[in-house]
């Protein structure tokens, strides 16, 4: 609609986010963004109901710019809510940013991985090629917990290009959230971007008495092969198309 000084103004449409918002601008060059004000009804708090989803995946609209912010855990990337089946808690997952430096230090700190080589893997992962981003087209996604202090990353998973059209991903997901399918949740979103971005396969190592992952892996499709310098570990290979 047209000002009273002649100037266009445009109005902030109310949709629903995905999680490829942040990545797909709108026709009028505004970037869909998730609204990084905490909802009042995610947590019981002075007599306020529980928010519903559609409450919570409410857009607002900022320029390019202001996609990543300075000392803020990425203020302006889109997220997408979602509850956990058992205990019904509220978690958001988005992609990687370079302000999530603390909190993803903090969730290796916390996490409990099943070899130590696994957690050296991951936070390089996370900390020389995501974060860092040279261009090459490493890529990851976190899942974040509201809490009174702020977000806390309950899980992380990620993917860097190791050769042509072929990438090694790694996942790690927080103690008490393992059995609330966050892990599914989030390989699922990185799986959907890797598509989108023209990955044709994915692979991952894992050791073999990590039964949870490899049921998760088998159930979205991958195969599991044996690694020969180690007996006690597991690749992981999915080939997407």
Known sequence: ????????????????????????????????VFEYAPSLGVRRRRRVGYGTLTRMQRA????QSARFVQGSAGAWLARRWYYTPRTHRAYSIRQISPGDRRLLAEFALAVTPHTEDDLVALTGLLFDRVIVDTGEGSVG??????????DRVIGVCAYAPTRHESCAFSIAVANSFREEQVGRTLLTTLLRHAKRVGVRRL????????????????????VVETVVQDRNRRLLVLALR
Do not use: C, H, I, Y
Not at 60 to 63: K, L, N, S, Y
Not at 141 to 150: C, I, M, P, Q
Not at 203 to 222: D, K, Y
């Open 203 to 222: 692979e991952g190592e894992m050791t073999w008495s990590n039964r949870p992952m490899q049921m998760l892996a088998l159930s979205m499709g991958f």
């Open 141 to 150: 996604f976190v899942a974040l917990e509201n809490t009174a202090a702020g």
């Open 60 to 63: 607002a609209v900022a320029p």
């Open 1 to 32: 609609m047209r000002g009273r000084d002649g100037a266009f103004v445009f109005a902030a449409r109310r949709k629903v986010l995905s999680d490829v918002a942040a990545w797909r601008p709108s026709a009028d060059g505004a970037l869909p």
